[in-house]
């Protein structure tokens, strides 16, 4: 951005009206992926805990991510994991 530009940021919103079926899907990803992030950040926290100075890096548990998550995400229709 140069000196005096003025930008505009927009915001939308969206509603969504998932049916029951939908509801119930999203609310078990939400807690899959709630599990699998509690579960990464527990890593990172017991690795700078310990006194080896193993370093656990985000690339690292990314790779991770498919062995993980992989057979629980993708049961549900548009819960593939990439």
Request: some cysteine; overall charge positive; glycine content about 8%.
């Amino acid at each position: 951005m140069l000196q005096g530009e003025w930008v505009v940021i927009r915001a939308y919103k969206f509603l969504l009206r998932p049916t029951d079926r939908q509801a119930r899907a999203l609310a078990e990803m939400l807690q899959a992926h709630c599990s699998l992030g509690n579960r990464a950040l527990r890593e990172r926290w017991d690795a700078y805990r310990n006194s080896s100075k193993t370093t656990v890096r985000y690339g690292d548990q990314s790779e991770q991510l498919k062995e993980i998550a992989g057979p629980r995400l993708r049961r549900h229709p548009g819960g593939v994991v990439a």
